[in-house]
């Protein structure tokens, strides 16, 4: 009797063990997908943290130009036509940068994606104001677009989950 009751809570333990695991793996793997349909408020742009952030976890496919890079920080870089690399990078300290082309600027952002400093390469200063945000950030989806635009939907959609997991990160 007590055989059967430890073998019937380990095999339970085990099923909740694996239902947990297979739910996390599929909002890792599925978080760019879902970041496209979360709530968040104006100037967090959850499609570009889920995607640097989980760079390691999401379908990272081969298209012609785009590179990742995972030694220390996650980073795509893209080579466009003219031959202008491009970047988008997650350090662990919770930061973004944006690297446009030609190496003159790099933009960084903070864990929400707001906007803090430019740090101009020719000059070796930072600059704290910015003409146009909202250019910088079309730059960027540029850059990262052929990524998100590869990412496959999930087998089983746990976009509430993700909503209800992230709902302060975005907000």
Do not use: C
């Not at 009797?1 to 063990?17: D, E």
């Not at 640097?52 to 890079?69: A, C, F, M, Q, T």
């Not at 250019?135 to 677009?145: A, E, G, L, N, P």
């Amino acid at each position: 009797m007590l055989k059967r009751l430890v073998l019937t809570v380990f095999i339970g333990f085990i099923v909740v063990v694996l239902a947990l695991g297979s739910v996390l793996f599929n909002l890792k793997n599925n978080s760019v997908y879902y970041a496209q349909n979360t709530p968040h408020k104006k100037g967090v742009e959850p499609v570009l943290m889920e995607l640097v952030r989980n760079l390691r976890w999401v379908s990272n496919p081969d298209i012609e130009g785009i590179k990742y890079d995972f030694d220390g920080n996650n980073v795509i870089k893209n080579t466009n036509s003219a031959g202008r690399t491009t970047a988008l990078a997650y350090y662990y300290d919770e930061t973004y940068r944006y690297y446009d082309g030609g190496g003159a600027n790099a933009y960084k952002f903070d864990k929400q994606f707001r906007f803090i400093s430019i740090w101009n390469r020719k000059t070796r200063k930072y600059v704290t104001k910015i003409s146009d945000l909202s250019q910088v950030k079309r730059d960027i989806y540029r850059t990262v677009q052929p990524v998100i635009d590869a990412q496959p939907e999930p087998l089983i959609n746990l976009q509430w989950i993700y909503d209800w997991v992230n709902k302060d990160r975005f907000n």
